[in-house]
């Protein structure tokens, strides 16, 4: 018998379940010929969402000088734009090393994960979470323990919960704001009390800010690294996949602030790690300068008449006149995350529920559990289509709930 390939044992917990079964079932479907309506993920260059055109220009531009690996960390010109824009925003002391340039955030969050984590060592992350971050801990050997965030509360972090499940194992703590999946924008207050429990027990912040320019009815966005000062290290996260509308170039940056000093060893995990994957995408670092010194048009797309408010909107106002859904609204990102009534829909698994709806009304939705949420009653729905698609898909998702009896 031909022996039989195996994945590794460091698999066995590891998830990502909005790419899972029910992505697989859409694609099936597709291939027999169906047109599936896909609110499943924050891409938004299908929905005819271009990016700025001097960003294409500059890549374009910059192809011939673009040939070689870069430096491990990235271009210093990019790097050095990262380290002026943080500046305009408050954040102090950041050098133009402690810049990382990577194939989107993606990367620089396993990348971080896999240099600090031991087998054993927890970091808090938020339920309902990005799974991303769960399943790169996991993958990391590290533990991820999951904090709650408060539906009945605007989807705040619960301090008290997140300080409950520190113990003397736990390296960091996440902060996803904007927030995917819940669209929820945190407040002064509610981050300054994360940094306050992150100063007490010594902990480091990995600020996942990739939404930070997208936010509505002019909900301020705090980035993170402007609280945590000299007493906390803080990794921000962020790049051009969303704001700037180019997830397909892969191109994200990680900036290091806080007290390097006592993360020395750290430092040079992440500096290791980073060598090895030789460069980020040298065509795409091109464009972070050229993106964050330009015409900041994602302004156009979230203010009053921008087709990304008006989607907002129309998501949150038409979920919530559904009977049996109800709806928190999003002041920021991409997404709005609605609750199902259990009870009358009969809802025992909301991955079942996904691929109901998907085989039904031919909408791909992705399912609350897939983002580490533990009660079966949530869904994640992207506001990224057209008003009228969306308007469309939300009269099939009512008639589709108007019979549906799951047991
Ligand atoms: N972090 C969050 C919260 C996200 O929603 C995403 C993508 O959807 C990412 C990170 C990954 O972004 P990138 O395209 O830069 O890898």
Redesign the pocket.
């Known amino acids: 018998m031909p022996k039989k390939v195996n994945q590794s044992e460091k698999l066995a917990n590891v998830r990502y379940d909005v790419r899972g079964p029910v992505l697989e079932q859409a694609e099936k479907m597709e291939d027999a010929g169906h047109r599936i309506l896909r609110l499943n993920?924050?891409n938004p260059a299908p929905f005819g969402f271009e990016a700025p055109d001097a960003i294409l220009v500059d890549m374009i531009k910059n192809l011939p000088y673009a040939q070689g690996y870069s430096d491990s960390r990235g271009i210093f010109s990019a790097r050095t734009a990262v380290v002026q824009y943080y500046q305009t925003k408050g954040i102090r002391n950041l050098s133009v090393d402690d810049v990382y340039l990577g194939?989107?955030?993606?990367?620089l969050?396993s990348l971080s994960l896999q240099a600090l984590c031991d087998p054993g060592d927890e970091i808090l992350v938020p339920a309902p979470d990005?799974p991303?971050w769960t399943g790169a801990t996991t993958l990391s050997g590290g533990t991820a323990v999951h904090y709650k965030c408060e539906e009945t509360d605007g989807w705040n972090p619960d301090l008290e919960d997140l300080r409950s499940k520190i113990t003397d194992r736990t390296r960091g703590i996440v902060v996803?704001n904007p927030?995917?999946p819940t669209g929820a924008v945190y407040s002064r207050e509610t981050l300054e009390g994360i940094v306050r429990i992150a100063a007490e027990h010594d902990l480091i912040i990995f600020a996942?800010e990739?939404?930070e320019k997208i936010t509505y009815d002019g909900a301020e966005m705090i980035n993170m690294a402007t609280l945590t000062g000299e007493d906390v290290l803080c990794l921000t996260?962020s790049?051009?996949?969303?704001a700037y509308r180019v997830?397909g170039y892969?191109?994200?940056w990680l900036a290091i602030t806080g007290p390097n000093w006592k993360a020395e060893s750290y430092l040079e995990g992440i500096k290791l790690l980073s060598n090895m994957r030789m460069c980020a995408n040298v065509p795409a670092q091109h464009a972070i300068q050229t993106a964050l010194g330009g015409y900041q048009s994602i302004n156009d797309l979230i203010l009053p008449g921008g087709r990304l408010k008006a989607q907002r909107d129309l998501a949150y106002e038409r979920l919530n006149s559904i009977d049996g859904v109800s709806c928190e609204p999003a002041a920021g990102?991409l997404y709005l995350f609605p609750k199902l009534d259990v009870e009358k829909f009969g809802i025992v698994s909301d991955e079942q529920f996904a691929l109901d709806l998907l085989k039904e009304q031919k909408i791909l939705i992705s399912h609350g559990s897939a983002f580490n949420f533990d009660t079966a009653d949530h869904f994640r729905l992207v506001f990224l289509p057209s008003v009228e698609q969306l308007a469309a898909a939300l009269d099939r998702l009512e008639e589709f709930l108007s019979g549906y009896q799951q047991i």
């Open positions: 993920i924050g194939n989107g955030v993606s990367e969050i990005y991303l996803i927030n995917n996942d990739i939404y996260f790049g051009l996949s969303k997830a892969r191109s994200g990102a």
